[in-house]
């Protein structure tokens, strides 16, 4: 089978990765097709099945852990397990392609640690606590609850930054796109 690179962007939630991987999809030199996480969390309004996630239920989501079906997966939230099946990679390298990742920043070292050489692991990092925070509102996807638990996970997921290869500040989306791209096209044309 044909191996393709592997493109990670981790970031706290807010920051504007999904923006940042969204626009890459549809650059076609970078020959990219997404990484459709399992997540055991309800759809979100507009959110497709089977496109954005494998939405799948707790208990079905637990028989892949035990069946080792998992590269990475973890419990993000409480509750809320998120991962990525290993035959999502299989069908992405049986198309010929690079696989690009949204995931969270545990999940996406995890995956720089099993394919060192195949794999660019990008930081996506906001302007501050109090943008991300501003971000989520506005979003307003999530009740305040929720938001408020993604925020305290942020500070520490922003300490994680150091270990991946790449930082993109996040502070301008176009410059942030402009960058990502040029990062991605030299990763994925070595
Ligand atoms: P959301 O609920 O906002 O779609 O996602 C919550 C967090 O879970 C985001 O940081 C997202 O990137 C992360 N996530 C999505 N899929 C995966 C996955 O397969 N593995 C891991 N570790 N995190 C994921």
Not at 28 to 55: H, Q, V
Not at 115 to 125: G, R, S
């Amino acid at each position: 089978m044909n191996k393709g690179k592997l493109i990670v962007f981790s970031a706290p939630s807010g920051s504007g990765k999904t923006t940042i991987v969204r626009h890459l999809l549809g650059k076609e030199d970078l020959n990219l097709e997404f990484s459709i996480s399992a997540a055991s969390r309800d759809p979100r309004e507009g959110e497709i099945n089977g496109k954005d996630y494998y939405f799948i239920s707790l208990e079905e989501f637990k028989k892949h852990i035990k069946a080792e079906d998992f590269l990475e997966w973890e419990e993000v939230y409480r509750d809320n397990f998120y991962g990525t099946l290993k035959s999502e990679i299989e069908r992405i390298w049986a198309l010929g392609k690079n696989v690009i990742f949204d995931i969270d920043v545990a999940g996406g070292l995890r995956i720089k640690h099993k394919f060192p050489e195949q794999t660019l692991a990008v930081f996506v990092k906001p302007p501050s606590v109090d943008e991300l925070k501003r971000r989520l509102k506005e979003r307003s996807t999530e009740s305040e609850d929720k938001i408020n638990m993604r925020i305290a996970k942020a500070s520490v997921e922003l300490a994680t930054a150091p270990q991946f290869d790449v930082i993109i500040k996040n502070y301008d989306l176009p410059v942030a796109l402009q960058e990502a791209h040029q990062l991605v096209k030299d990763f994925v044309s070595k």
